[in-house]
């Protein structure tokens, strides 16, 4: 089975930093991960998708990364904002089996303070 | 395009009463889900439907039913309410015929059951 983990938990920053959010998941064989952010009270928005083919994609000050033999994805956030305060959650789904349905992790809470 | 939406966005149920909760989507996808999501416990799948007259059971199945009579709804539905259902329910969809299987979800809906 699948596990997904994000590290850390929680994270409080000053605004202007770069800052580095981890997902790690135990079966490499991957289809693809999605990198969300929810705001309080609201829905997961898609920030990012990666397909197991690529390393990283881009948007805006949003980078993903992908390695699949290490188990590891990062979302790195340039010149963070107080906007950015969010969670974000990364999404795994498997290629096994056909179904193709995404394991969450428990997400990153992140604080950006004036 | 409304993309996905859910009806109610807020009830409160007293214990053993039933209800439906509304999924629907715009965008011609094969994919649906039903997820709840509880502070410290994630969002954790409930039902899911690879298409039209199609379910399956997810994580946490128990005390729900599923229907998908038409391809853009998906709903969820309680028979008897508890009020370890109290949550905040999550839809969303995905599209197949060869990926990405991007998911997109609606903006929750928050059930009291008191």
């Known amino acids: 089975k699948q596990e997904v983990t994000q590290i850390p938990a929680a994270l409080s920053v000053p605004e202007g930093e770069n800052l580095v959010l981890n997902c790690s998941f135990t079966d490499s064989a991957i289809y693809n991960l999605q990198w969300f952010r929810q705001d309080p009270g609201k829905g997961l928005t898609s920030l990012l998708l990666?397909?197991?083919?690529?390393r990283e994609q881009t948007s805006g000050r949003l980078n993903a990364s992908l390695d699949k033999s290490s188990g590891r994805s990062t979302l790195y956030i340039a010149a963070s904002q107080p906007g950015d305060s969010a969670t974000y959650l990364c999404a795994v789904s498997l290629a096994s089996g056909g179904s193709y349905i995404p394991t969450f992790g428990r997400g990153t809470s992140l604080i950006v303070h004036p | 395009n409304a993309g996905v939406t859910q009806t109610p966005k807020f009830r409160v149920l007293k214990t053993g009463q039933s209800m439906t909760l509304l999924c629907a989507q715009d965008?011609?996808?094969?994919?649906m889900y039903w997820y709840r999501q509880d502070p410290g416990m994630g969002l954790r799948l409930i039902h899911y439907?690879?298409?039209?007259?199609?379910?399956a059971k997810g994580e946490v199945p128990d005390g729900y039913n599923v229907s998908r009579l038409k391809k853009q709804n998906f709903l969820l539905g309680l028979e008897s309410a508890a009020p370890s259902q109290t949550s905040v329910y999550f839809c969303a969809s995905s599209y197949s015929a060869g990926g990405p299987y991007e998911q997109y979800f609606g903006p929750g809906t928050r059930l009291t059951v008191t």
């Open positions: 439907s690879v298409g039209e007259g199609t379910t």
């Open positions: 990666i397909q197991s083919s690529q």
């Open positions: 965008m011609n996808h094969e994919y």
